[in-house]
């Protein structure tokens, strides 16, 4: 018996070991032809390279938030800040990044500006598609407990699976290496240029589909979002960082839809604001919302800006940032 043991050993060792070294080389390529191509990396590679060379790791403004930042803040015309945005950012993976901007990189911040839209906490952004899914990514700053504590279905071993080897399951990505897709233009201070021309789209379906996607079948205050929401603003108050929300441009046609549908404003703002009140004594608001009414060629779509729109939306955010005083409790 031992030595048919042995035999079969033998037999299925080298075996192991070329499925180990395929595995080792499918990952590496994973990691450096594919995964450093998709936005969420690029942009933690940028923003690496660009704290490596600010002076003294200093900046005056850091902007958080989903792709509403990432497509309207253009540092270009805010000096000394980042743009550290990201498509369909959550609450969650904002605290994870300033934690890690202040404790890890050892920027130092005197400002945050946080995104507080209508869809800021839906549920949307909080699903199984967006709750650490860039786990490879965010458990180099997350430990592992700590992203089980979000999502605590998922076993320790799967989730260290999933952050170490992210090649497991991805197979069809590998048809970036043939079809090599167009990807958006992020720029070394954070922005990502949006060139579309929402006035030469169908305007009605596009704010029904972003409707749909964000608010049907979908919980207007995600809990585990508004968690970390208290979180992130904690954080910043413990390191004297000052906080600023911004709520960013709307085209009427999406604001006329969520109206239409009853996704109110007012109660929304009065729940945040009754909750922050407890943490903050101090912080601005600035209310753009409604900015850009009728002017459709500043959108590439129902709710985000172009580059021509985060221009004149970039440099209106700084003249105020200079002119309006922190005032208490708005």
């Known amino acids: 018996m031992k030595e048919e043991i042995k035999k079969f050993a033998k037999k299925i060792l080298p075996l192991l070991v070329i499925l180990l070294i395929l595995g080792i080389t499918i990952n590496f390529l994973y990691i450096n032809l594919i995964l450093k191509e998709k936005t969420f990396y690029r942009k933690e590679i940028i923003y690496q390279d660009y704290i490596s060379n600010i002076t003294d790791k200093k900046l005056d403004y850091i902007f958080f938030g989903d792709s509403h930042t990432f497509h309207a803040i253009n540092p270009e015309f805010i000096p000394n800040s980042y743009n550290y945005g990201t498509g369909a950012e959550n609450y969650i993976k904002t605290f994870y990044k300033l934690r890690k901007v202040i404790y890890k990189d050892h920027v ?47 076993l320790l071993l799967s989730l260290w699976l999933e952050s170490r080897v992210p090649f497991i399951g991805k197979g069809k990505e590998f048809g970036i290496l043939i079809n090599r897709p167009e990807f958006n233009e992020v720029y070394p201070n954070g922005w990502l240029k949006n060139k579309a021309n929402f006035s030469l789209a169908d305007k009605e379906k596009g704010a029904i589909n972003n409707y749909e996607s964000l608010y049907v079948n979908q919980e207007r205050i995600s809990n585990i979002s508004f968690e970390y929401f208290i979180k992130t603003i904690e954080l910043a ?17 999406y604001d006329d839809i969520i109206t239409k549908h009853n996704v109110t404003r007012n109660d929304y703002y009065n729940y945040i604001f009754n909750i922050v009140n407890k943490t903050l004594d101090v912080y601005t608001v ?40 922190y005032y208490k409790k708005s």
Request: aromatic share 14%; hydrophobic share 30%; no cysteine.
């Open 286 to 325: 600035l209310d753009y919302y409604s900015l850009f009414p009728d002017k459709d060629y500043l959108f590439g779509d129902p709710e985000h800006v172009n580059y021509i729109g985060s221009e004149i939306l970039s440099k209106r955010i700084y003249n105020d940032l200079k002119r309006f005083n």
């Open 108 to 154: 130092k911040v005197k400002t945050i500006v946080l995104e507080l839209d209508p869809h800021t906490f839906s549920s949307r952004l909080t699903d199984e598609t967006n709750l650490f899914s860039e786990i490879e990514l965010y458990s180099q700053f997350a430990s592992l407990e700590e992203i089980k504590k979000v999502r605590e279905n998922d």
């Open 237 to 253: 108050k413990q390191n004297n960082i000052s906080i600023v929300f911004i709520k960013y441009p709307h085209t009427k046609e």
